[in-house]
């Protein structure tokens, strides 16, 4: 019997929950920590940043009206998907990352984790950071929260996975729709992981992912006009000095990056970094100082 030949495989971006091909029709090489060649992964270019952020504003409106409860449960379908992949995973993130399989194991588990923690806050963030204000006078003051919009995050450079899902989750548990600018030296398991969103019961459009130089896609979509907000975790100092300028331009809400371990308890700021609070205003009834009402 013949040797057969390993098929290998093509990664593409994932945009509109579709898998396109770069428009620049550019790739580059993926190797792992000791410099062998692992795949070509797509060169994104400003182009398919724009597309990538038509395709989130497109999705916006049917994410952010969908229930909390919704998301919640499509985000636990994430976790359920990713035990199904979890020997994928763990191979993708010690080839990545260097790490012995035991520890790229433990990640990716962290990983799986971490989107059942989210799932389980998409309905109660609300009771946490909104509700009834204290007034005083004939009237009930009632704060929510709401997402802001379309964010741009650039996922960490060096936790390819763990990291990636830490920063993509709150944003679109909140009810955001996300453009993630994966790992630019570990790209392929963000890439694997938009395989998983795409069966896994997100909406097209939700989260998508681009790969190439940070810099080279960061810039439009940091001086984007319909981009809500920016995350710049993965970003080096001057490249988030220069992301911060660009982003003033729209007022952006702008998250600045800063030393973080991503194995630690998460909490809930990064879920409350990217909420809007929307407060409504109620007549009660009553009149005056004595308390009568209508």
Same mark, same amino acid.
């Given at each position: 019997?013949?040797?057969?030949?390993? #098929?290998?495989?093509?990664?593409?971006?994932? #945009?509109?929950?579709?898998?396109?091909?770069?428009?620049?029709?550019? +790739?580059?090489?993926? &190797?792992?920590?000791?410099?062998?060649?692992?795949?070509?992964?797509?060169?994104?270019?400003?182009?398919?940043?724009? @597309?990538?952020?038509?395709?989130?504003?497109?999705?916006?409106?049917?994410?952010?009206?969908?229930?909390?409860?919704?998301?919640?449960?499509?985000?636990?379908?994430?976790?359920?998907?990713?035990?199904?992949?979890? @020997?994928?995973?763990?191979?993708? +993130?010690? $080839?990545?990352?260097g790490l012995s399989k035991s520890k790229a194991a433990a990640v990716v588990d962290a990983a799986i984790d971490r989107w059942v923690w989210y799932a389980g806050w998409t309905d109660k963030i609300g009771q946490l950071v909104g509700g009834a204000n204290p007034v005083a006078g004939p009237f009930l003051n009632l704060s929510t929260p709401e997402p802001t919009g379309v964010v741009?995050?650039?996922?960490?450079?060096?936790?390819?996975?763990?990291?990636?899902?830490?920063?993509?989750?709150?944003? %679109?548990?909140?009810?955001?729709?996300? #453009?993630?600018?994966?790992?630019?030296?570990?790209?392929?398991?963000?890439?694997?992981?938009?395989? +998983?969103?795409?069966?896994?019961?997100?909406?097209?459009?939700?989260?998508?992912?681009?790969?190439?130089?940070?810099?080279?896609?960061?810039?439009?979509?940091?001086?984007?006009? $319909?981009?809500?907000?920016?995350?710049?975790?993965?970003?080096?100092?001057?490249?988030?000095?220069?992301?911060? %300028?660009?982003?003033?331009?729209?007022?952006?809400?702008?998250?600045?990056?800063?030393?973080? $371990?991503?194995?630690?308890?998460?909490?809930?700021?990064?879920?409350?970094?990217?909420?809007?609070?929307? &407060? +409504?205003?109620?007549?009660?009834?009553?009149?005056?100082?004595?308390?009568?009402?209508?």
């Open positions: 019997m013949s040797d057969r030949l390993t #098929v290998l495989k093509t990664y593409k971006l994932y #945009v509109g929950g579709k898998f396109p091909r770069s428009e620049s029709g550019r +790739v580059y090489e993926v &190797t792992d920590a000791k410099g062998k060649w692992l795949a070509n992964a797509p060169l994104s270019s400003r182009k398919d940043a724009r @597309d990538a952020v038509v395709a989130a504003r497109k999705a916006f409106g049917g994410w952010s009206g969908a229930t909390a409860y919704n998301r919640g449960q499509v985000l636990y379908r994430i976790a359920e998907m990713l035990e199904g992949r979890r @020997d994928q995973f763990v191979r993708e +993130v010690a $080839d990545a990352e741009a995050v650039l996922a960490p450079q060096e936790s390819s996975f763990l990291g990636l899902v830490s920063v993509l989750a709150p944003v %679109i548990a909140t009810g955001n729709t996300a #453009v993630v600018v994966a790992s630019e030296k570990a790209p392929l398991p963000a890439l694997s992981l938009g395989e +998983v969103l795409a069966t896994s019961d997100v909406p097209g459009g939700v989260v998508n992912v681009l790969t190439g130089k940070a810099a080279e896609i960061a810039a439009p979509l940091a001086a984007h006009q $319909d981009v809500n907000a920016i995350d710049l975790t993965g970003a080096d100092a001057d490249l988030a000095r220069d992301l911060e %300028i660009a982003a003033a331009d729209n007022l952006k809400r702008v998250l600045r990056p800063q030393p973080v $371990d991503f194995g630690a308890d998460p909490g809930t700021s990064r879920l409350t970094a990217f909420l809007e609070t929307k &407060t +409504v205003w109620h007549p009660t009834g009553s009149l005056g100082a004595s308390g009568s009402a209508y």
